[in-house]
């Protein structure tokens, strides 16, 4: 599992400028990551990895390298990268 959501979170990271724009409307987005909230869990995506978070709670982290993520929010985080590695927005709740 850990090699699949590496390669969804490549994805996502190497489509960081298009998802920014994607996003502006949906997503707190600034130069260099892009907010999501989908309550309780919040999504950062950054220009290296993706932050996950529940609350205000980190629940760890997803590069092009490397998985740490809590069993917590580990579903969550595996279907939020698959939507946006293919683009599949109306699965999930993106708002402010």
């Known amino acids: 599992?850990?090699?699949e959501i590496s390669l969804y979170a490549s994805r996502v990271l190497d489509s960081f400028e298009f998802l920014k724009k994607l996003l502006?409307?949906?997503?707190e987005?600034?130069?260099?990551?892009?907010t999501i909230y989908d309550d309780p869990l919040k999504v950062v995506?950054?220009?290296?990895r993706i932050d996950f978070y529940i609350g205000e709670v980190?629940?760890?982290?997803?590069?092009?390298?490397?998985?740490?993520?809590?069993?917590?929010?580990l579903e969550e985080a595996k279907m939020w990268l698959?939507?946006?590695a293919l683009l599949k927005?109306?699965?999930?709740?993106v708002r402010r």
Do not use: A, H, P, T
Request: with cysteine; hydrophobic share 30%.
């Open 89 to 93: 927005f109306k699965r999930f709740s």
């Open 82 to 84: 698959q939507g946006l």
């Open 29 to 34: 987005c600034n130069e260099n990551e892009i």
């Open 58 to 73: 980190y629940e760890g982290s997803v590069g092009r390298n490397f998985v740490r993520l809590s069993d917590e929010v």
């Open 45 to 48: 995506v950054k220009r290296d």
């Open 1 to 3: 599992m850990d090699e």
């Open 24 to 27: 502006v409307e949906r997503g």
